[in-house]
């Protein structure tokens, strides 16, 4: 089939985007037999690993892509790792199509095709499905709209990349990458070491080969792209000054101002004035649509390996004050010339760039740990901190942590949103009533940060490395290492961190006095295989010791299925592994954004199935829904107490 006809087809086909996936792969995981559901692209990012299609190997590396048809057998082996995105489509002709569409999609449906490439353009592909991706988080009507688009957009890149590939032998260079990523995100924010990193190079390389290539280094090429599309909308639209430099991707018109004048020698009103002929500089015009800011309202799974790819700024119809203004300039400014070393605080912060491989471990500074007012250094996930005394405006970044500081009566001035609930859980929202909602895990908004003025900020590497410099300059800033399972690791941080060891170890000790109190009264019950599994639109896993449930089922040493008594954290699931659901009992739970259905579809459709039907737990009617966030993504000290709760209700013991 040549590249005409299958390019005629996808025009004229109706796609439908079935699921969008981001996994990592380590040594020792292996995806065996999975038959595609849909048709799907499977793209590379990072590691290697020997993949198999309908028997086919293919060996690949950074940037691969492969496709294949609905029902073909996938098979990886990462070779030691492999991080990797996959698309799921679907794509039929409408019912009216003319004949011979019809007859060429029969003799040659490109979406049962198999083939794959290694990509000479890789950062325009990524960027495209990073963006889907992330807007698959249980995604709105409008967000659907985008993603499709995004799609679209993709597959208009993939062709294009392959229909250059016989004409262009050699992979494209660093500088012609970095310059067409800037000509197509100008309007966002870009940082250099973020840049570098999409290129898989130093931050002084791409300066170096920037600055032989084109005279001038990237920061002074993209300022200089972004002052050109500036002038344009000044001379073309009749936008207003902010609505201009937002577009152009600076949030605050008076830094860009500045830049403005720097680089033509007026202001912005000047410039306007004098290409429109209006004498009045400053002055509001006529306004054109504004661009849509958006972040993610769902993400799930509490313990998942998401790696954001930097923050989605939003902004309000109000000013934030003076001084949260300057925070957010110099913040740009900073990430804008791509500073590689670490900033300290004046006085509390003198947090290091460095990891730390410890996250929960901290150092008092002073003896006398009584005294409230004693400097503490704390190291954490990015390096170590000096706080002092007990801080009175904190701001939480994750679900768990949110639930680690309402057990120490710690009531923030600001937090992410519950994965579940308008906003919050419903075990927390009556504690968190007036409390502000500054995003989610996945997106927090650091304009709304700065406008509380924190004088801490607690966060997660896994969530938000991306952005800790960022929220190290509106106030010192504490990061935990990960979201394993065992909550209790995060929570000895955090509670070094507010200065609040005794009420921390208090209810610490209550908890386990509890877990100890009940495991000495589980006697036979113990013996009970307990099956742990979720099920989304997208995905049905089967949970395993380093989980959240995990963790405290092996604490009250309750038995675990051969599958699930594994120390690690899930196994996705095909129906032909569904026996390894089996147990002496099923918990089960259930993420659907509301209003959706999707999920309880695949709910249905897999305990319909024989094979669900045929086991133990079905057997004997032990299949037992739970809550979603008490069982999983919440996380935290509250949800261990309730879960702990209706595991001794459960199992009735007294």
């Given amino acids: 089939m040549n590249q005409s006809e299958h390019i005629l087809l996808w025009n004229q086909a109706s796609i439908r985007v079935m699921d969008v996936r981001h996994t990592m792969m380590e040594r020792g995981e292996e995806l065996r037999s999975y038959r595609l559901p849909a048709s799907a692209f499977l793209y590379t990012t990072r590691g290697n690993a020997e993949v198999r299609l309908d028997?086919?190997?293919?060996?690949?590396?950074?940037?691969?892509?492969?496709?294949g048809g609905k029902g073909m057998c996938l098979d990886i082996v990462p070779e030691p790792f492999l991080e990797y995105y996959i698309i799921l489509y679907k794509a039929v002709l409408p019912l009216q199509s003319r004949r011979e569409l019809v007859q060429l999609m029969e003799q040659h449906d490109p979406f049962q095709l198999q083939y794959s490439f290694a990509s000479r353009q890789p950062i325009a592909l990524l960027d495209k499905i990073q963006h889907m991706e992330r807007e698959w988080q249980h995604p709105n009507v409008l967000d659907q709209l985008y993603i499709k688009t995004m799609f679209y957009q993709f597959i208009h890149e993939l062709f294009q990349q392959l229909s250059n590939q016989d004409k262009h032998a050699r992979k494209a260079d660093y500088v012609t990458q970095a310059i067409r990523y800037m000509q197509e995100h100008y309007a966002k924010r870009i940082a250099l070491d973020e840049l570098a990193e999409l290129l898989d190079c130093s931050v002084s390389y791409l300066s170096r080969k920037f600055k032989q290539a084109i005279g001038q280094s990237p920061i002074d090429y993209l300022i200089a792209l972004r002052i050109g599309k500036a002038?344009?909308?000044?001379?073309e639209t009749e936008a207003t000054l902010q609505e201009?430099?937002?577009?152009?991707?600076?949030?605050?018109?008076?830094?860009?101002?500045?830049?403005?004048?720097?680089?033509?020698?007026?202001?912005?009103?000047?410039?306007?004035?004098?290409?429109?002929?209006?004498?009045?500089?400053?002055?509001?015009?006529?306004?054109v649509p504004r661009r849509l800011k958006r972040?993610?309202?769902?993400?799930?799974?509490?313990?998942?390996?998401?790696?954001?790819?930097?923050?989605?700024?939003?902004?309000?119809?109000?000013?934030?004050?003076?001084?949260a203004a300057v925070i957010i300039c110099f913040t740009l400014l900073l990430s804008a010339c791509g500073a590689g070393t670490s900033s300290t605080n004046a006085t509390t912060n003198t947090s290091s760039a460095s990891p730390s491989s410890n996250a929960a471990a901290s150092t008092p500074a002073a003896t006398d740990t009584a005294t409230a007012d004693a400097s503490r250094v704390i190291k954490h996930a990015m390096g170590e901190v000096t706080l002092t005394g007990t801080p009175e405006r904190v701001v939480i970044l994750t679900n768990e942590g949110t639930e680690a500081l309402l057990a120490v009566g710690i009531k923030p001035v600001g937090a992410v949103q519950s994965w579940v609930g308008d906003p919050w859980y419903e075990h927390i929202k009556n504690e968190m009533e007036d409390v502000t909602v500054v995003g989610d895990e996945l997106q927090p908004n650091i304009e709304l940060i700065a406008s509380l003025k924190p004088d801490l900020i607690i966060g997660n590497k896994?969530?938000?490395?991306?952005?800790?410099?960022?929220?190290?300059?509106?106030?010192?800033?504490?990061?935990?290492?990960d979201l394993a399972g065992d909550w209790k690791i995060n929570f000895k941080l955090y509670i070094q961190a507010v200065n609040k060891q005794d009420e921390g170890d208090k209810a610490m000790a209550d908890f386990d006095?509890?877990?100890?109190?009940?495991?000495?009264?589980?006697g036979d019950k113990a013996a009970t295989k307990v099956?742990?599994?979720?099920?989304?639109?997208?995905?049905?896993?089967?949970?395993?010791k380093q989980t959240f449930s995990g963790v405290l089922f092996e604490q009250l040493g309750f038995a675990r299925p051969e599958s699930q008594d594994v120390d690690s954290f899930i196994e996705v699931m095909s129906k032909e592994s569904i026996p390894k659901m089996d147990g002496d009992v099923l918990f089960y739970f259930v993420t659907e954004a509301p209003g959706q259905t999707e999920a309880a579809k695949v709910v249905e459709e897999w305990m319909n199935d024989p094979l669900f039907k045929n086991l133990d737990v079905a057997k004997n009617n032990k299949v037992v829904q739970v809550d979603e966030a008490i069982w999983n993504t919440a996380g935290g000290y509250k949800a261990a107490n309730l879960l702990l709760d209706e595991i001794v209700d459960y199992f009735d013991i007294q």
């Fill in 55 to 67: 028997g086919k190997t293919v060996l690949v590396e950074r940037f691969h892509v492969l496709h």
């Fill in 231 to 235: 002038k344009e909308l000044l001379l």
């Fill in 244 to 287: 201009i430099a937002e577009s152009v991707g600076f949030p605050d018109d008076s830094y860009f101002n500045r830049i403005f004048k720097k680089h033509t020698g007026m202001s912005l009103g000047q410039y306007k004035a004098k290409v429109q002929n209006n004498p009045v500089p400053g002055s509001r015009y006529a306004l």
């Fill in 295 to 323: 972040y993610s309202e769902y993400g799930y799974e509490n313990h998942s390996h998401y790696k954001e790819e930097g923050p989605l700024f939003m902004y309000r119809e109000s000013k934030i004050s003076m001084m």
């Fill in 462 to 481: 896994v969530r938000q490395e991306k952005i800790y410099e960022q929220l190290n300059q509106i106030a010192p800033t504490v990061f935990a290492e």
């Fill in 513 to 522: 006095k509890r877990v100890a109190e009940v495991k000495a009264k589980i």
């Fill in 531 to 544: 099956s742990v599994a979720r099920f989304s639109a997208s995905q049905v896993r089967i949970y395993q």
